[in-house]
C-alpha cells in the first residue's frame, strides 16, 4: 500500500460527475464551479501532524501556523488560483496555554503567509494524541484560466521555480541539532522548512501567461511529484541532472544537494511545463520580480519512463524516493 | 480556557470584512458569496479524533466514516444549506488496512448520509497519534435563504427536532460494554451514537419556510448549545423540563434521561426560534414527514438568563454542562 495507490482507488471509485464539479479528487485542488459564478472556486486540504510533519521542539507556534498556510496555498499557488478564504481543524493537548493557540492563529493569518485569504471558520478539539492540524483553503480563478497536471505533451519543457532541496536541508540540520544556525544559508534553509512561503505570485502569473501546459507543487520532492504530473499528463520525462537547482551550500553541511534535492520534498515550489516552442520566449517574457525558474528537463512520449541524465549523458531511471506516508 | 472563549478570541481577533464574505468565524458554518453567484456558499469544518470522539473497539470503519460526514452536514442542515461537496483529511496509523480505508469511504460516501454531497478531495497521512478525521463540507443556499444563530427575539418559541439524548444513551451503553444490544431502542441509540442522520431535508424546509428567525445544530447538549444561540442573538431563554423530548427508555437502562437530554451532546437535531404570532401557524403547515419538532421554551429579553422550568413550577438557572473539549 502506498499513497499514490489508495489516491488512485479513491479517484476511481468516488469520482462523480456533476455540472457544478469541474474536477474532483486527484489534482493539487478540486475545482467547482458554484451555480451563476463568474469564476471557478478552488478548494484543498493539507494535514500536519505533530512526530510525522513537525516536532514541538523545532517550531514555534506562530511557525507552525505560517507553514500550515502554506502547504495549502501552495495547492492553490500550483493551479493558478488567489487565494481568498481557509477553515483550520486544530486538535491540541489539553493542557495548551491560550498563548500557544493564539501565536498559531497569528501565523496561519499572517499575511505574507496566508496571502490575503480570511480565516473564516474550522474546529477546535482536544486530542489524546499529539497536535493535528487540517486546513481547507479556498481559491479563485482569475478569469477561469486553470492549470492541470494533465495537459503536458512530449516534447514540452520541464520547469521548476526557485531552488530544490533547501526545505530538506533545513530539516537535516534540525535533525543534528542545529536549531539556531549562525549563518544565513542556514537560517534560510530553516525558515524554508518551518514557514515556507507559497508560489501563489508566480503560480498566478504562469497560468495567466497562456504558456504554461500543465502544473503542480512539490510537496514530496521532485522523485515522486514528477511522476504524478506525468501519469495526469500520459507522458514521460527526462530530467538533466546537471540543471537541476539544487542548494550547493548544502555540500558543505555534510549533505549530499542532489538527493535533497530529488527526494527532499517540502520545498512547495511549482513544476511545470511549456510548449518547446515557446520556452524561449517564456524565459524571455517571465518576470524577473518572481522566483526563478530553471529548465530541467523535457516530457516524452514514453509514459512508463522518468529519467535522469547524468553530467556524463548517461541515462537511468529516476526511482520514487520522494515522501510516502504509507512506506 | 473553555471552546466558547477561545472562539470569542478567534472570532474578535480575525474576523475580517470582505464583500464576499457575509458570515465568518462564530457560526455553524462560513457564508460566502462568490463573484457572480446566484446563491451562497457555505462552508464548514469539523473532526473526529480516536480516544476522543470515537474508539475503535465501538465503530466499523463504515459507521465512521457515515458519522464523519454526517456531523458536517448537520451544520449545514442547521443553516439551510444544501449539502454539495467535501473533502477529507484522513490519518490513520501506519499498518492499517486498504480494506478499513475503503469501508471509511464507502461510508463517508453512503448517500444516506452524504445527502448528495460529493467527496472531491482531501488529504491522507500516516499517524503517530490515533487516527485523526477532519472534513470540510461545502453546501448551497436555496434562493439565499439561509439561517444563522442570530435573529431570534424575546418571546419568539423556541423548538428542537426529534428526540434529544439518545446518541448519549447509545454511547453509555457501549461504555457499559452493550455493543450488541438485542433491543431496538438500543440498537436505535447505538446507532444514533455511531452513524447519526443529519437533518439535512428538515432544515432546508425550516430555512425557507420564512417562519424560523434562526438555527443552529444540537452537536455539545441543549445546555451548551441553547446559550450559543442566545449569545448571538442577544437574547435570554426558558425551557420547559416537561417539554423536552427526551428518551423514556433510557430510564430503563438506567440512565437519568433528562440529564442525557440536556448535557449528552452529539444528537445532531435542530434548535431554532420561531416567532410566537406564527407558532401554531408553523406547527399545522410543518410536514409530517420530517422529524417531528416539539416546543420546549420561549426566548426571553434577559440575555443573562438561560432558565430551566421545573414540572411544578420552579425556576433555576440551566447550567452548561455540555461537552467542553477544554474542560
Known amino acids: ?39 471557478y472556486l478552488l478548494i484543498t486540504s493539507d494535514m500536519l501532524l505533530e512526530g510525522v510533519d513537525f516536532r514541538v521542539e523545532w517550531t514555534t507556534p506562530l511557525q507552525l501556523g505560517q507553514k500550515a498556510i502554506a502547504v495549502n496555498l501552495s495547492d492553490l499557488a500550483a493551479m493558478g488560483a488567489r487565494p481568498r478564504a481557509f477553515t483550520v481543524s486544530l486538535a491540541v493537548t ?17 499575511p505574507k503567509h496566508s496571502m490575503g485569504a480570511h480565516l473564516i471558520g474550522g ?46 536541508a533545513g530539516l537535516k ?29 508566480a ?7 497562456g504558456f504554461v501546459r500543465c502544473m503542480m507543487d512539490l510537496s514530496d520532492g521532485l522523485s515522486a511529484d514528477l511522476p504524478r504530473m506525468c501519469a495526469a499528463s500520459g507522458v514521460g520525462a527526462e530530467i538533466d541532472e546537471a ?50 525558474v530553471t529548465r530541467v528537463g523535457r516530457l516524452i512520449s514514453d509514459a512508463s519512463k522518468i529519467l535522469m541524465i547524468s553530467e556524463s549523458g548517461r541515462r537511468f531511471r529516476l526511482l520514487d524516493q520522494g515522501f510516502d506516508h504509507f512506506r
Open 243 to 292: 540543471h537541476i537547482p539544487v542548494l550547493d551550500e548544502s555540500r558543505g553541511w555534510g549533505f549530499n544537494p542532489l538527493q535533497l534535492a530529488l527526494h527532499g520534498g517540502e520545498d512547495y515550489e511549482l513544476l511545470f511545463a511549456v510548449s518547446k516552442r515557446k520556452a524561449d520566449l517564456f524565459e524571455k517574457v517571465y518576470p524577473s520580480n518572481l522566483p526563478r
Open 123 to 168: 474546529d477546535l478539539s482536544s486530542s489524546r494524541g499529539g497536535i493535528s492540524i487540517s486546513v481547507t483553503a479556498l481559491g479563485e480563478s482569475l478569469e477561469r484560466k486553470v492549470l492541470y497536471r494533465h495537459g503536458g505533451r512530449a516534447g514540452d519543457i520541464v520547469y521548476v521555480t526557485g531552488v530544490l532541496g533547501r526545505s530538506a
Open 94 to 110: 489539553r493542557g495548551i496555554s491560550e498563548r500557544w493557540i493564539r501565536d498559531f492563529y497569528d501565523g496561519l493569518t499572517d
Open 203 to 209: 503560480g498566478l502569473w504562469l497560468a495567466q501567461s
Open 1 to 39: 500500500m502506498n499513497e499514490n495507490r489508495i489516491v488512485q482507488l479513491l479517484k476511481s471509485r468516488y469520482s462523480r460527475r456533476s455540472v457544478s464539479i469541474k474536477k474532483g479528487i486527484g489534482d493539487d485542488a478540486a475545482v467547482i464551479r458554484p451555480r451563476g459564478a463568474s469564476e
Open 173 to 201: 540540520l534540525l535533525q543534528k541539532s542545529i536549531v539556531h544556525p549562525r549563518t544565513e544559508p542556514q537560517r534560510a534553509a530553516l525558515r524554508s522548512h518551518l514557514s515556507p512561503l507559497p508560489r501563489c505570485e
